[in-house]
């Protein structure tokens, strides 16, 4: 397998290229919210957990609406819609599309609007989100910046758009830079802590991530964004591994949206965590909720080709993914994927997809995206792991989060440095260390690294972990994980716990 040819040129992004944890809940409103979605019980965002009384019979149906009131009608849909994208909420894919078109009409007709340049960067970036078509990324950076020009460096939707935009790229330093000037500017606008978190957290700043969510939630705000709040709130505390939290948080964001496809969004998120957990027939019930809510939810797709393969429905499971990629083409679902065919002894079709991948990370190489990561997790496993180990130390020495740090010490370990490899392994598991995501990859990673290095019981207790956490996270590496722990055997009796 032939090594990416597409490194950075330099540092920055490259245009080629703790207070105590919430109150524990139950987990009977995430089953009763799935049971009700997976029934289409849904009405105003609310769900509905009892039978729909359908409508009497009409003899006739009732009259159109007449031309004054569909404009009205289009008028406040596209005024809710580009709410949401001011404000970072999830948005439809064919809403997004119509107010794209509104705005570019109306920065050509008024070319010193500000805020529609600024509405115009905000809903390219969502867009790219959506479909992965990253030539949105060079027009919302065009957008953004022109509203700053117009307006001046007071103006935090653009400041904040480039934030978004920069997380979307991995640029987190600039995603601080413009997160930090707009929360300046405005300290009260909730919808730039999101932001600074994502970036917080990407350069492996945790206490500053959770510094920013504690502000965020001291916020007083709108019935219409506590959802995304509480999204948000989530993905912090599955960060420090506080599992059930996080469940309860998303649980009731899905709840509380305004929206079928924010609904969708958290309902995703929510397969995310149950998937993570290794509780397949619950991710798989969330992320079909989703797709039902959001045809356009790609990463749902994805979620159910994951939960599907898991559950020996190979046949769907490939179903599943090749519709996410048909939606959404991104180079990480391209790598499921081909790990996937790999794992069933279909190497063809595997080499299709690793190609497909390696076509798709030039694309948003090409749209200033940092796919540093990715490259070097795939050059590990599939290409060449000097080239991953050199990749992915440049990638630590910008940005160094969580899943750099085991990125790079699986790297590491298969280029055969195993003391080194140790070091990254224990930041990205050790709580103390900033790893408190409970993480299947994470401690496969570690526990191989401990086997070759002679740890025998710290070995043992990192695999045993990894499969207790999920015993289906990898179609490749979970057989391996299972294998290993047979030759070591059980633990001895005066064997000492591992630290």
């Given at each position: 397998m032939c090594a990416l040819d597409n490194r950075q040129s330099g540092p920055t992004t490259s245009l080629l290229t703790e207070p105590g944890p919430p109150r524990r809940r139950s987990r009977v409103l995430r089953r009763l919210l799935v049971v009700a979605l997976a029934g289409g019980a849904v009405a105003g965002?609310?769900?509905?957990?009892?039978?729909?009384?359908?409508?009497?019979?009409?003899?006739?149906?009732?009259?159109?609406?007449?031309?004054?009131?569909?404009?009205?009608?289009?008028?406040?849909?596209?005024?809710?819609?580009?709410?949401?994208?001011?404000n970072g909420l999830p948005a439809a894919l064919p809403d997004l599309t119509t107010l794209i078109g509104a705005r570019e009409s109306r920065v050509r007709a008024q070319p010193k609007d500000a805020r529609a340049w600024a509405v115009l960067g905000a809903a390219y970036v969502e867009r790219a989100h959506r479909t992965a078509d990253t030539a949105d990324y060079p027009r919302a950076e065009r957008a953004l910046r022109t509203s700053l020009q117009v307006a001046g460096k007071g103006n935090t939707d653009a400041l904040a758009g480039l934030a978004a935009l920069a997380n979307a790229?991995?640029?987190?330093?600039?995603?601080?830079?413009?997160?930090?000037?707009?929360?300046?500017?405005?300290?009260?606008?909730?919808?730039?802590?999101?932001?600074?978190?994502?970036?917080?957290?990407?350069?492996?700043?945790?206490?500053?991530?959770?510094?920013?969510?504690?502000?965020?939630?001291?916020?007083?705000?709108?019935?219409?964004?506590?959802?995304?709040?509480?999204?948000?709130?989530?993905?912090?505390?599955?960060d420090r591994g506080w599992r059930e939290d996080a469940v309860a948080q998303v649980t009731d964001a899905a709840a509380a949206a305004g929206s079928p496809a924010e609904q969708a969004a958290y309902l995703t998120q929510?397969?995310?965590?149950?998937?993570?957990?290794?509780?397949?027939?619950?991710?798989?019930?969330h992320f079909k909720a989703a797709v039902r809510l959001d045809p356009d939810q790609s990463a749902a797709r994805a979620g159910q080709g994951r939960a599907l393969a898991a559950l020996g429905r190979t046949q769907e499971a490939l179903t599943a993914y090749q519709g996410a990629l048909a939606h959404r083409p991104t180079p990480q679902v391209a790598l499921e994927l081909a790990e996937l065919y790999e794992s069933l002894g279909m190497g063809r079709r595997a080499e299709t997809q690793y190609a497909l991948l390696r076509t798709q990370v030039r694309r948003e190489l090409g749209a200033g995206v940092d796919d540093e990561l990715l490259i070097g997790q795939y050059e590990t496993d599939h290409g060449d792991v000097e080239e991953a180990v050199q990749r992915l130390t440049d990638e630590w020495e910008r940005q160094p989060g969580?899943?750099?740090?085991?990125?790079?010490?699986?790297?590491?370990?298969?280029?055969?440095?195993?003391?080194?490899?140790?070091?990254?392994?224990?930041?990205?598991?050790?709580?103390?260390?900033?790893?408190?995501?409970r993480s299947a990859p994470y401690a496969f990673h570690r526990g191989m690294i401990e086997r070759d290095l002679d740890l025998d019981a710290q070995a043992r207790r990192h695999l045993q972990d990894a499969l207790r956490i999920n015993p289906y996270f990898s179609p490749l590496q979970a057989p391996v994980a299972r294998a290993t722990l047979a030759t070591l055997g059980d633990q001895p009796p005066n064997e000492e716990a591992p630290q």
């Open positions: 965002g609310a769900l509905m957990l009892w039978p729909h009384k359908p409508e009497p019979h009409r003899a006739t149906p009732p009259p159109a609406a007449g031309p004054g009131a569909q404009a009205k009608a289009r008028a406040a849909a596209q005024a809710a819609t580009q709410t949401a994208v001011v790229r991995r640029d987190f330093p600039t995603a601080k830079r413009f997160g930090e000037e707009a929360l300046k500017a405005a300290p009260k606008r909730w919808s730039t802590y999101p932001a600074l978190i994502d970036a917080y957290n990407g350069l492996g700043d945790y206490k500053a991530a959770r510094s920013a969510l504690d502000k965020l939630m001291a916020l007083k705000v709108g019935a219409a964004v506590k959802p995304a709040v509480k999204a948000r709130a989530s993905a912090v505390y599955r929510a397969g995310q965590l149950a998937w993570e957990r290794g509780e397949r027939d619950d991710a798989l019930q969580i899943e750099v740090a085991d990125a790079l010490g699986w790297a590491l370990h298969r280029a055969g440095d195993d003391t080194e490899a140790l070091h990254y392994a224990s930041i990205a598991t050790d709580s103390t260390k900033g790893g408190g995501v």
